[in-house]
């Protein structure tokens, strides 16, 4: 196969055990969104959003929570999109069945200043990730089953102009995960002709 025309692992994962709409589903997609970016442009570890619209679906808007660390990010999204983001999550791989339930774990979400309770959400069947070669998930391209237990909020979409997020989450025994977003909604640009 020419070297031009591969598909990348993701793009070959069979379809996932939820309708992609539902909460599962949702969660697993997201999974897969973070698992699609290499190191470089991991959503997880940026610092200042400026990767948060790489390989984003056009249905949905994701945003990344962190990995422990405190981080304020700010990003443009498209007018029209619902939000999904954890408060607080973790995936297991290779997974045989449903993941483990945590007890601790406690999660916000404030949306210009507006509390918001997370729902939450666990794949009880195990989902495939195929991700970029030393993704932030599975750390490699060769297809795994994963699953994933956490914290999550679909936040519908926000009017257009600038929006403030924050999401916290704990695992109860040390873990905190803190996020803000600065938000910037706005119509998608035109194509010049």
Request: charged share 20%; with cysteine; hydrophobic share 40%.
């Amino acid at each position: 196969m020419p070297f031009l025309t591969r598909k990348s692992p993701a793009d070959q994962a069979p379809p996932l055990p939820y309708h992609p709409q539902s909460p599962e589903g949702l969660a697993a997609r997201w999974v897969q969104w973070v698992a699609a970016a290499g190191p470089v442009k991991n959503p997880v570890e940026d610092e200042t959003g400026e990767h948060a619209a790489h390989n984003q679906p056009e249905d949905v808007w994701f945003l990344a929570g962190t990995s422990g660390k405190r981080m304020q990010r700010q990003c443009v999204v498209p007018v029209g999109r619902d939000l999904f983001l954890p408060a607080f999550c973790f995936w297991e791989w290779p997974a045989a069945g449903p993941p483990n339930v945590l007890e601790g774990p406690t999660g916000s979400l404030v949306v210009d200043e507006v509390s918001v309770e997370p729902d939450e959400i666990s794949t009880p069947v195990p989902f495939t990730v195929a991700g970029a070669r030393l993704n932030g998930v599975t750390g490699r391209r060769k297809p795994v089953p994963v699953t994933v237990w956490g914290l999550w909020k679909r936040v519908p979409a926000l009017p257009a102009g600038e929006h403030h997020l924050r999401a916290v989450g704990t695992d109860g025994y040390g873990f905190t995960a803190d996020i803000s977003y600065r938000l910037l909604v706005t119509p998608a640009p035109q194509p010049i002709w």
